[in-house]
């Protein structure tokens, strides 16, 4: 691929062109509170309901603070773009279609996922406590930020929790380059007997997350050779913006490829949602399963048994068992020492190319930029 071939590489639809010409810069802090207002601010100037303004902020925050900033206010930009294009709309909310005993179909009008996938959830969640279970198949959504966010909502409800999305086409199906189906993410959260968080799983069908691929495209930097990118032509590539428009590779190989399918049919298939190639913003689908420990067994057995598979995990890691230099973790306790230790420090440090994004978002509104932090 030739310079001027990379250089008119696209972005994947619906992601704003925030890549700078200039140097790079130092990351910069953002108080965390300064952080929330200005996201509050910007979706209520571009139109939204100040509570539902709120409630993106809250989740953006929450993926910044988790570490998976990627999809935390980094993403303010896009889905600004996306009122813009008319792609989506800043009044779109939930609408119930079909309800039966234990499901719901909803119809998120295209409005932005953090808001109308949130809002199903949590009617999810409040049908799968009164009835034992729920499951939950939403359509004509978007981009639904940090997939943890939705199972982890239902663990807080004292529920297991089981979700996916689908998402715009990068993955293609194995032995192709056509992109069919999304990198679709599997989001997981079983709660703990109190005072212990839940045990979270959320991974994308991706080696890294795609975001941060296109914060390297955004900072110009090259992207590490193990992450296993290729270009058209299926040859390496450290180029972030050959690698977005080349073949994205998915964990596994061919397994991969095959979870993509599988969260495809699930998301979108069975939610009655676009699917495979016709996945585009404001077309996405989600399908939520929450259930009651409760309801489907004794719950203290349940909360004894996760005590038990924790321990023997510990056990695991720890004297002899442990291999040098390596540590045991559940599945989202990275996740949780990062907000914890982000929450006392009261700030969250972005790069450079993300908080110009936002000066730029202030000026184009007319609000107050983000303060920086001394």
């Not at 955004?218 to 058209?232: L, M, N």
């Not at 977005?244 to 979870?259: D, F, H, R, S, W």
């Not at 399908?287 to 510990?314: I, N």
Request: a negative charge; charged letters at 25%.
């Amino acid at each position: 691929m030739t310079q001027d071939q990379r250089e008119r590489a696209p972005l994947p639809r619906g992601v704003p062109d925030d890549r700078d010409d200039g140097p790079p810069q130092p990351p910069v802090a953002l108080g965390m509170d300064a952080a929330r207002a200005f996201a509050t601010a910007a979706f209520a100037a571009a139109g939204m309901k100040p509570e539902d303004a709120a409630l993106m902020a809250a989740n953006m925050l929450w993926a910044d603070l988790r570490g998976v900033d990627t999809h935390g206010v980094q993403r303010v930009s896009w889905y600004l773009k996306w009122f813009d294009e008319n792609l989506s709309t800043p009044a779109a909310q939930t609408e119930i279609v079909r309800e039966g005993p234990a499901f719901l179909v909803g119809d998120g009008h295209s409005g932005l996922g953090q808001l109308v996938a949130t809002r199903f959830a949590d009617r999810v969640i409040e049908k799968a406590r009164s009835e034992g279970l729920c499951l939950g198949l939403l359509r004509n959504s978007n981009d639904w930020g940090c997939g943890a966010w939705y199972p982890c909502r239902a663990a807080d409800a004292g529920l297991v929790g089981i979700a996916t999305t689908t998402s715009v086409p990068t993955l293609a199906p194995w032995g192709s380059r056509t992109r069919l189906f999304g990198n679709n993410p599997i989001a997981f959260a079983f709660p703990r007997r109190a005072p212990e968080r839940p045990i979270v799983f959320d991974a994308a069908l991706t080696p890294v997350a795609l975001g941060k691929v296109l914060r390297a495209a955004a900072e110009g930097r090259e992207i590490p050779a193990e992450w296993g990118f290729r270009d058209r032509d299926g040859e390496p590539t450290v180029d972030p913006t050959v690698a977005m428009a080349g073949i994205i590779p998915a964990i596994g190989g061919y397994k991969g490829t095959g979870l993509a399918l599988v969260t495809n049919l699930l998301a979108g298939v069975l939610a009655g949602a676009a699917h495979s190639a016709a996945v585009d913003v404001g077309k996405r689908g989600q399908f939520f399963l929450f259930v009651d420990p409760g309801a489907v067994g004794e719950r203290s057995h349940y909360d004894d048994a996760m005590e038990e598979v924790v321990a023997q995990m510990r056990a695991a890691g720890s004297g002899d068992n442990a291999l040098p230099g390596q540590e045991v973790l559940l599945p989202g306790e990275p996740e949780w020492r990062n907000f914890d230790a982000r929450t006392r420090a009261g700030r969250v440090v972005y790069p450079a190319s993300v908080v110009r994004s936002l000066d730029r978002v202030a000026e184009r509104l007319g609000i107050d930029a983000v303060p920086r932090e001394a």
